[in-house]
């Protein structure tokens, strides 16, 4: 070989080399601001959100929904626990700020009205002794800023009945699709 002919060659090689590195520092950054603006998967560590919900089944959550608007009722939310907020919970939102909150006869009542929850397959929605060691005192108006959220398995969730309403701050994305496993594959509702 010519000594131009590997200097050409090792010239291509390294401009290879480099536009590969360019090429994944490009998707690392791409991935990471979709992660941290976007969406972001998680995976259900527990049945609290059952049967909607299984545990094991892994989510998306998008967060461009409440950049511009608030939760309501109805959405299902992935938020910072109370209690560690280095943890993620997922619930569903049943109350607004302003709203009240009454649980009576196993039944959930936003302000006095009975809420149809087709989701929670009829398991009964009972108080539970709060995070601080005494029960959230009924009925609970939802503060300004924040929400009342529950899980559908009324009856295996530590949710808004146990640490009261959450600040909407703290909601991280609304969980909108399931993904895995397979049989699982569908938009949630």
């Known amino acids: ?18 536009s590969f590195v360019l090429t994944i520092a490009v998707i690392v950054i791409i991935a ?7 969406f972001q998967a998680y995976e259900i560590p527990s049945g609290s959100m059952e049967d909607t919900i299984m545990t094991g089944d ?18 299902i939310v992935t938020f ?4 560690i907020p280095s943890r993620t919970l ?10 009240t909150v009454q649980l009576i006869d196993g039944k959930v009542y936003v302000d006095g009205v009975q809420l149809d929850e087709p989701y929670t397959d009829g398991k009964e929605s009972w108080p539970l002794v709060s995070s601080y060691g005494s029960p959230v005192e009924y009925p609970y108006t939802v503060p300004a800023g924040e929400i009342w959220v529950m899980g559908d398995n009324r009856t295996n969730s530590q949710d ?8 909407v ?3 991280t994305g609304k969980a909108i699709f399931t993904y895995w496993p397979l049989d699982s594959i569908g938009i949630l509702k």
């Open 80 to 83: 910072k626990d109370p209690e």
């Open 1 to 18: 070989m010519y000594s131009g002919e590997h200097a050409e060659k090792k010239k291509g090689i390294g401009r290879s080399i480099l």
């Open 90 to 99: 997922i619930k569903r939102v049943i109350a607004t700020e302003g709203e």
């Open 169 to 171: 701050s703290s909601v």
């Open 58 to 75: 892994m989510v998306f959550s998008e967060k461009l929904t409440y950049y511009g608007s608030s939760p309501q009722r109805g959405d």
């Open 160 to 167: 808004s009945r146990y640490f009261g309403s959450i600040p």
């Open 32 to 38: 990471a601001g979709l992660r941290a603006f976007v």
